[in-house]
């Protein structure tokens, strides 16, 4: 028998019904030639139904049963590689999914790479995408990753089996506070002649489980099955596919060029901090008298919550959540009046209402906004808030997270460069 072109890994614990989603997709392929290992650590009683149903169902699925191992079972997906027959070896979380040309696309990456990662995309609760984007031809990537920041998930990484079996050590328990995929990732890219090709076609949906935190699994698994529905349908994956790109592309000569400009002149380093400002509007507009200050801790979601005056009937809210030029994502914006109950929120349908201004571009509207700042002064601003007949004060809450170094600002200047290429080229893939 000829090897197959792909091992598929798919570690699992306790996310019995997931996998019915995370391995349809894997066996949906339209590479037919790979072998599908279930690589269990721990798998309780209730979740052995569902594995044993899909390796029934298909012979190319194996379950490998293994007790509890420390960390999240590295040594089991070490174990598993050793029986491994696919020239390359992909990797699938129990709640991700693949689209259908994933190991055909991380096949061809991996012709003359050792290592590769597909273009994948985070799956927002309200149905959005957000790009996970890396380019290991920007050094800046590369940086960041082996100094701890990945930006390549699970379910997108892949490489060849024989670069994994010529590793002095491949994967072996995580040390604590580290993600297990990016030590691996880091062992691979060590290597002083380890190739490696990123690719630029979206083929991979990941769905974290921090922002489902709460979640049943059976809503978790109503959830993929109804992206696996999506992404089966050649129509539909058609517009997924065309509309992330655009939206990765639009305006990207501006607010790149913009950060470039703006990081370039203040070239110090990485800020730790940043102060935000939220201005209570009056008869006078926004003055510093008139404001409420915190400082905000960068590479993290933070909460903020302030009391306001009730303003007056045209003026508006003002939010300036920096003072040095960074990436902002601004989420949750709610106006509760005294009663706790919302006079105004943020959502997809009235993202459009805000108004941007000062030192700041606006990247891409929705439940997150995503802006960047050029300079000390990005501002966003409120619509109007009708208080009615109470001018008792209000309160203002909302989520912000801040990113300031340049090395994570090269996923704009990644998506500049495909989408100018595409353009050079004729395809159609990017408007």
Sequence with gaps: MTSPVATILVPTHDHGPTLRASVASALRQTVSDIEVFIVGDGVPEEARDVVYELVNSDERVRFLDNPKGPGRGETHRHRALQTAHGRIVCYLSDDDLYLPRHVEIMSGLLEDADFAHALAASVNVDGTLHALTADLAIPAYRKELMSGRNRIPLSAGAHALAAY??????????????????????????????????????????????????????????????????????????????????????????????WLDATVQNPSGPLHSAMLQVFFPNADGHNERDSFRQPVRLGAWQTISVTIPCPGPE?????????????????????????GKALWQLTVENSGDLGIDGTATLISRGAVLEILSHGPDPRLLLPPIECGTSREPLRLEFRVKLEAHIDQASGMISRFLRARAAKRSGGDRVD
């Design 315 to 339: 003026a508006s809210i003002r939010i300036d959540p920096a003072d040095e030029p960074c990436l902002i994502q601004v989420a949750e914006i709610k106006v509760l009046g005294p009663d």
């Design 165 to 258: 079996r010529s590793l002095p050590e491949g994967w072996t328990t995580t040390p604590e506070g580290m993600p297990p995929d990016l030590y691996l990732w880091q062992k691979l890219l060590a290597r002083p002649d380890c190739k490696f090709r990123s690719g630029d076609e979206l083929s991979a949906l990941v769905f974290p489980s921090e922002d489902r935190s709460g979640w049943t699994m059976s809503l978790r698994y109503l959830e993929l099955q109804q992206w696996l529905r999506k992404i089966a349908d050649p129509g539909a994956l058609k517009r997924v596919d065309e509309k992330f790109l655009k939206k990765r592309a639009s305006d990207a000569a501006v607010w790149e060029a913009r």
